[in-house]
């Protein structure tokens, strides 16, 4: 599966963005997002079942929504209150079948800063 990430940038804290993530074909299981912040290691930012089912970490609840359209193949991203501490590489990731493994798309860059 090839995937491919927009929507990435520079914003304020405080701000809002939204990514999306198009996947070459039909994705059977989950969809989502982790972030790398230089020097650390990839976190789950969410993740989205075919279903709908939504995961969150701990650090975005309440100010991140995952959502996904199936028939476009993609995975949305909605970022708001968006803090320095967000700053990040973000990587959507789909799996393509249940039970298979996670293809990832190439990052998008999210800079938060005044």
């Known amino acids: 599966v090839q995937l491919q990430a927009s929507g990435g940038g520079l914003v304020q804290p405080g701000g809002s963005l939204r990514l999306s993530c198009a996947a070459s074909?039909?994705?059977?299981?989950?969809m989502g997002w982790y972030c790398q912040a230089p020097g650390k290691q990839r976190e789950l930012v969410a993740t989205?079942?075919?279903?709908?089912?939504?995961i969150y970490g701990d650090s975005v609840k309440g100010r991140f929504t995952i959502s996904r359209d199936n028939g476009k193949n993609t995975v949305y991203l909605q970022m708001n209150s968006l803090k320095p501490e967000d700053t990040a590489v973000y990587y959507c990731?789909?799996?393509?079948?249940?039970?298979?493994?996670?293809?990832w798309g190439q990052g998008t860059q999210v800079t938060v800063s005044s």
């Open positions: 990731y789909a799996r393509a079948e249940i039970g298979g493994t996670n293809d």
């Open positions: 074909r039909s994705i059977l299981s989950s």
């Open positions: 989205v079942t075919r279903t709908g089912a939504k």
